[in-house]
């Protein structure tokens, strides 16, 4: 029983199956249950507590649907709820921000840390918590980024709008010697290739799908083999959803049940 | 009673609040109750099915701060839901699409109409179908701009990149002769200068803020003098939404009262 129980993600909406791609390649016997908030997306406007009450809405959707395991792959969620979260449930729960912080903490070689994300997520200071808890000589450089997201829905990352945006939040951190960027909102890595060209060749992008991916592999141990059955869930299903979504997990988004929290 | 009883206003967010400022031109003497479904925002990518849920619940809480009219100031909200508002309110019910339109088929000259707005409000062919009540012969082109509502939020309206984007989504309309461009959302009249500036002298911009606010004054009748006081509702409220929707209404938004619906 314990072996088929899936593993719970959830996210506002579709960004978080770049994490749900993640944990997919890293753990490929395990099952997920992935539930998109797509009605109330996005997280990122919203005050720390109507993202409390909705992250803690989604997490127990999840545990009835028999998670052994729950990520918050939401940035914003993450720095403003995984404590009520944890404090909730009876079992491990994962958020985005703790393992992006240590991998960048581990990354830099000078100390100075860049970390992009939506205007809750870095006005939280969360990230820059989580840094200061590994090394409280790092140096953490943040830039809002609040046009991403709706540039990563609309497939604009080669325009070149999306370019000039990028200019305008990262310049300013590269400028302060940075080394290390962490992308602190799950839709960025979509927009890597632009990201990366405007930091240049001395920055390091780290992206926390990855780091995720990694702490929940040492938490659920050995992956089962097999093809396991992933569920989709989401609290609106539209054609966007499917057709966005897709983009983000890297293949097609078949089948979405509509949920009502 | 009857004289001192609020326009009831709701809006999926802040954009509702260009409406408000409208209304509050044309009719001094009416005290508003508006409705910001900030904690839900936006409404544009979401489905009809959970956009008319969200509207009623947002119509009946305005009727129960004792409002005689209610104004769905949300273009989305508008195409999605006025019927069924109307069908279950016992008071009048404006939308913001009729009289736009209404006010579009009386500009244009050449009968060549662009429409823009969210992917929701042009996907429901509303515009469309009212302009075509009006005068069947009237060539409706439309265009979704789904990067303008965070534009606008973000006080990018004199960025290049909104330049650029605005070319994107306008030159075709502009290139297939349109002569009136119909604002079919209430963010998009922060971004007029941008917006005129790519049309060009030959298409006329009309704001469907003020049809509405002359479709709302010939039901109210002569307005009473005085200064009344109007009161903000939003299901979040954030320094964000203080701050943005001051913009919108252009004018300090300093009691925002938070309501959970």
Redesign the interface.
Known sequence: MQVTAPLGVFDSGIGGLTVAAALMRRLPGEALAYLGD????PYG???PE?IRRYALRCAQFLVGQGAKLVVIACNTASACAVDVVRDTLDMPVVGVIEPGAALAARTTKNGRVGVIGT?STINSGSYQRALAAHDPHIDVLTAAC??F???A??G?AG????R??AE?YLRPLVARGIDTLVLGCTHYPLLVPVIADVCGSGVTIVNSADAVAEAVATKVGASGGGHPRHRFYAT???D?VKRVGGAFLGSVLEHVELVDL
């Open positions: 797509t009605a109330r997306v406007t919203k005050s109507v205007e609040p046009l997201v709706p540039l829905e609309e604009l325009h070149h709008a999306t000039l945006l305008e609106d299903v539209s966007r």
